[in-house]
């Protein structure tokens, strides 16, 4: 499937917009969305779906402030992809990083045959939602009708560098941390947490997962938090300014001492 120069709207038809979700809380809203899929037949399955969005919400929260979410699956539904928008007045609360009800919903499943996608999507997302002028027409939308045109203007174009929407270096602490526990675990609870690691490596491109399986080999850790501007990994100081850009972005930054990934600390203690 050929994604450059392509539109949202090449997934998105305007049945797959739900102007008033009904639903009160996370899961109803996910549940409700996955309806309209199922009874579209662009999914079969809504429970096998509705799990695994569910496990990755628990992971960490989709909803990435301004009243925007992005619950997501990566499965095999017999399709590319399959998209699904909604809209809730009132607000669900989707535990958002910045506290905010979500009003917003964008649900994605992707097939796994299809490597990139996944990131691709989310790129272009990324420049229309991080666009308050965008954002604020998605969200005063005043009927169905213009939602859908809202939506349909976002373009799938690659941006020259890639803008990262899901902190690929908090899910990598994620991972860490499973990692970590799943050494000690009992051999019933070392399945569980495999589950729980095998939903993150599914988001993560394989350079960044090889690099991090070969640190955690060697340190029995990949990722490290850097504080007052330090690498805690290393304890060396890291480049001027870096440490205030790993603060602000959602990218992968690497200690140049030990070649660790950094992550800020404030966002390991969240
Ligand atoms: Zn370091």
Redesign the pocket.
């Known amino acids: 499937m050929e994604l450059q120069g392509s539109r949202f709207a090449d997934f998105l038809k305007p049945g797959q917009v739900v102007y008033n979700l009904k639903a009160e809380d996370k899961i109803q809203a996910v549940e409700e969305l996955l309806d309209v899929l199922v009874k579209l037949k662009l999914i079969e399955n809504k429970k096998p779906i509705l799990t695994r969005v569910l496990d990755r919400e628990r992971l960490e929260s989709t909803a990435i402030g301004h009243g925007v979410a992005l619950p997501h699956a990566r499965m095999d539904t017999g399709h590319d992809i399959a998209v699904v928008v909604g809209r809730s007045a009132a607000g669900i609360d989707f535990d958002s990083v910045d506290k905010k009800k979500v009003h917003i919903i964008i649900l994605i499943v992707w097939n796994p045959s299809i490597p990139g996608l996944f990131n691709h999507l989310f790129a272009g997302l990324a420049q229309f939602l991080r666009n308050p002028g965008f954002r604020k027409r998605l969200l005063e939308a005043k009927n169905k009708t213009e939602l859908y045109k809202v939506i349909s203007e976002i373009e799938l174009n690659l941006p020259v560098q890639e803008d990262k929407i899901i902190s690929r270096a908090s899910l990598l602490w994620k991972l860490q941390e499973i990692e970590i526990q799943k050494k000690k675990a009992p051999k019933a609870k070392k399945k569980e947490l495999q589950k729980k690691a095998d939903l993150i490596r599914q988001e993560l491109d394989v350079a960044l997962l090889d690099r991090f399986d070969r640190l955690m080999e060697r340190y029995g850790f990949a990722v ?1 938090e850097v504080e007052g501007g330090a ?1 805690l ?2 304890f ?1 100081n890291v480049a001027t300014g870096m440490g205030s850009a790993i603060e602000g972005s959602n990218d992968i930054y690497v ?1 140049e ?2 070649g ?1 990934f950094l992550i800020s600390k404030k966002k390991t203690h969240q």
């Open positions: 490290a690498c990994g290393c060396i200690c001492n030990c660790k």
